[in-house]
């Protein structure tokens, strides 16, 4: 499973809802509660989220961060990305904005994958990502996810320590 930090948010567990549908509702009203009810905010940038295409009246970047998989309208829920559906709020709210420092709570980078920008915000120990799409003058998450498999920590550590690397103190 995820690390577990002090300061996030406790996970939303299936068994305490007994059924998907009731679960879905939880999940998507702590969704709602994080990111329409309330945004969070980012420096210099208005914030937005993917909404199109809908599934179920729920937008994509709910879809995005309680599923898998490649293709759009065929990917799967998956448990583990839904019970930690309140972490995203709160690991982008702690985004410091500023190179990070061996003792903050979050670690952050850039990217790009194809013609997209991305900014990756991760737990210390990159058991748990956040990927932000920064669209000029607004940003808008696309995905969180545990990162559960050690090669792929990996791959984030080396992609960080790299993109640090490369910039001017």
């Known amino acids: ?11 939303i567990k299936f068994n305490d809802y007994g059924n998907w549908e009731a679960y879905l509702e939880a ?21 937005s989220l993917k909404r199109h295409p809908e599934y179920d009246g729920k937008s994509a ?27 995203p709020r709160a690991i982008i709210d702690r ?31 990159f058991s748990y990502v956040v990927i932000m799409s920064d669209r000029g003058d607004y940003i808008m998450p696309w995905t969180a996810y545990p990162v559960e498999r050690h090669h792929q920590q990996r791959k984030l550590e080396r992609e960080f320590d790299n993109y640090w690397g490369n910039q001017p103190l």
Request: glycine share 4%; net charge negative.
């Open 61 to 87: 970047t709910f879809w995005h961060m309680i599923s898998e998989g490649s293709v759009e309208h065929d990917r799967t829920p998956d448990l583990r990305r839904s019970e930690c559906i309140a972490w």
């Open 95 to 125: 985004y410091p904005d500023i190179k990070p420092q061996d003792d903050d709570p979050i670690l952050w980078w850039r990217n790009s994958r194809g013609r997209e920008q991305r900014i990756l915000l991760s737990l210390p120990d």
């Open 27 to 47: 999940i998507h009203d702590q969704f709602l509660n994080d990111f329409v009810r309330s945004q969070p905010s980012w420096p210099g940038k208005r914030f």
């Open 1 to 11: 499973m995820c690390s577990e930090e002090d300061w996030l948010p406790d996970y």
